[in-house]
């Protein structure tokens, strides 16, 4: 973020607005570094993990690759959440459930929840229930406890504890309240989740947060709830509409409206409206089928279907060149080598696969392969993604706070003539997908299948490979 850009943009904004760049001295905001886990199969682990609710089985997670130290009760039971835009409940195991009291248990490195040794526990409800289109899941009790988090302590924070579940991982839902598991499951009234209790206390000025992921190649990133940090992106921030589902703001859905590569803006398709939802939870992005077959030919990737993923030379990411998704005319390039991730190792080398997945028909979905290219931030008071490219790797910090009202994202304005609306049909169902205009061997066919698996050797009999075990590994869950 550059001054010239700052004080451009201050002009630009109404005289309100401009006030949003000054500075306190302690913002209320509350800044979280998270860190990346390296996950050994994306692939299987958003096939695990969707909700059932939003999307088909092949496509699922809720898996996040990003977490963030917390703790609940008192005295404090350590956690380790993952972050993800794309659900809307806090939730633990219970330290007692089947799952994390069995010997060799996968709970320790998420943490567990025991309300019996909290003095500030509190029962809600019963009505805890989620779960994932492979039958896994969680279920058990609402409780409200205190919730520490990000050097503040939050009192009387509502979470679900999972007395029985089949899934080891804490999950930090930060998505619309309407999207809470009491609220489209048991039918009972929106409690504050996490960002909208923040914002009920004051401790930050409005329902909105900031996120950066940062490079592959970097470990950590920062959640920002409250907050605007100008030095992790470039350019300026432009605003977009959230896309109403049947009506309702109820997930981050954007218009992506064409897409090229290389920076050849809308060489891929250009005036065609893709519904597109931001998972922060999501390792993927899943993007139509036929877009996906002629990247597939392109990116000379093998598509396997027993594994769901397409695996390419590792070489493919020191190419140059990108991947450019354009929103009512904003712009993120992808950088190739962030397209490119290393799933495992076959006699001590790297095995890649494309962090691009087909769509099928559930609605597409902008995962963590293009987040990280993007500084996003959510307003869910005003219904607005702000998006800018992301500044890779940036040291420097200078944190504005977000205000309530409709300008309050600071160095953000809105985008003109931004599509608005289009059909997301239930579930998380869509159809058809935009005219590739792009040439790659069976681009224009019209067959929805994917390419053929293409028989790797070494994911062959046994699974013996240490690529393909480490690949398996995760099926078990
Ligand atoms: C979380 O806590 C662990 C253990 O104390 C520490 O190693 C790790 O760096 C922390 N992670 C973050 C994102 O703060
Ligand atoms: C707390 O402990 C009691 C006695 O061991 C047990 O009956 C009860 O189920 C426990 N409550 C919770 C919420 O774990
Ligand atoms: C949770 O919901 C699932 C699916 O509706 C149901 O099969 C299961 O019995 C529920 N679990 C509990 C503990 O209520
Ligand atoms: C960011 O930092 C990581 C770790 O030091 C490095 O590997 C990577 O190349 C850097 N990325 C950019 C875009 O500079
Ligand atoms: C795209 O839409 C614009 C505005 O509706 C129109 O002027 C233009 O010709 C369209 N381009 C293509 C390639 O269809
Ligand atoms: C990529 O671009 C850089 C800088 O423009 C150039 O030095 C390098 O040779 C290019 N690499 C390839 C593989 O094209």
């Given amino acids: 973020m550059k001054s010239s850009t700052l004080a451009l943009a201050a002009q630009l904004l109404s005289s309100v607005a401009a006030f949003n760049l000054v500075q306190r001295e302690n913002p209320r905001v509350l800044n979280l570094d998270i860190q990346r886990r390296h996950v050994i199969n994306p692939v299987a682990r958003d096939r695990l993990r969707r909700r059932q609710k939003t999307v088909q089985e092949t496509l699922d997670n ?7 130290n917390a703790s609940l009760g008192t005295p404090e039971q350590k956690l380790r959440l993952h972050i993800d835009t794309g659900s809307s409940d806090l939730w633990a195991n219970a330290a007692s459930s089947q799952l994390c009291s069995s010997r060799g248990s996968q709970c320790a490195d ?7 040794s909290s003095s ?8 805890f229930n989620i779960s994932y289109v492979d039958g896994s899941g969680a279920a058990g009790d609402y409780a409200k406890d205190t919730l520490h988090f990000g050097g503040q302590e939050i009192k009387g924070m509502q979470f679900g504890i999972g007395y029985v579940s089949s899934s080891p991982e804490g999950i930090l839902g930060i998505g619309y309240t309407i999207n809470e598991v009491q609220v489209n499951r048991a039918g009972l009234k929106a409690y504050p989740n996490l960002p909208q209790l923040l914002a009920d206390n004051g401790n930050i000025n409005t329902n909105a947060y900031s996120l950066w992921l940062n490079d592959l190649d970097a470990s950590t990133g920062s ?3 409250g907050g605007v940090d100008t030095e992790k992106y470039t350019g300026q921030l432009s605003k977009l509409p959230i896309i109403r ?3 309702v703001y109820a997930e981050f859905i954007i218009a992506l409206t064409s897409m090229g590569m290389n920076g050849k803006a809308g060489s891929l398709f250009n005036n065609d409206t893709v519904p597109v939802l931001l998972d922060s939870g999501s390792s993927l992005m899943y993007l139509p089928d036929n877009l996906v077959r002629s990247l597939y030919s392109q990116f000379s990737a093998q598509y396997d279907s027993t594994q769901g993923a397409a695996f390419v030379d590792c070489g493919l990411a020191d190419q140059n060149g990108s991947l450019d998704f354009s929103f009512s005319g904003v712009t993120i390039s992808v950088p190739m080598n962030e397209l490119v991730i290393v799933a495992g190792y076959q006699r001590g080398k790297p095995v890649c696969i494309l962090g691009i997945g087909p769509a099928g028909d559930s609605t597409c979905v902008l995962g963590d392969t293009f987040l990280r290219s993007a500084y996003v931030v959510y307003d869910l008071e005003n219904n607005q993604i702000a998006l800018a490219q992301t500044n890779f790797n940036a040291t420097k910090t200078s944190i ?3 205000q309530s009202g409709s300008n309050g994202v600071p160095d953000a304005s809105g985008v003109a003539n ?5 059909a997301v049909g239930t579930g998380g169902a869509r159809n058809g997908g935009p005219q590739i205009s792009a040439t790659g061997a069976g681009a224009q066919s019209t067959g929805a299948a994917m390419p ?3 028989p790797h050797p070494w994911l062959g009999a046994g699974a013996v490979v240490a690529g393909a075990g480490l690949l398996m590994g995760f099926n078990g869950l």
């Fill in 223 to 225: 959640i920002l709830f």
């Fill in 245 to 247: 589902e049947q009506g």
């Fill in 110 to 116: 998420s943490g567990t929840y025991d309300a019996n």
């Fill in 400 to 402: 504005q706070e977000i």
């Fill in 418 to 422: 931004a599509v608005s609306s289009v």
């Fill in 452 to 454: 053929v698996a293409t």
């Fill in 120 to 127: 500030t526990y509190e029962f809600v409800n019963s009505a």
């Fill in 62 to 68: 809720l898996e996040t690759l990003y977490f963030a």
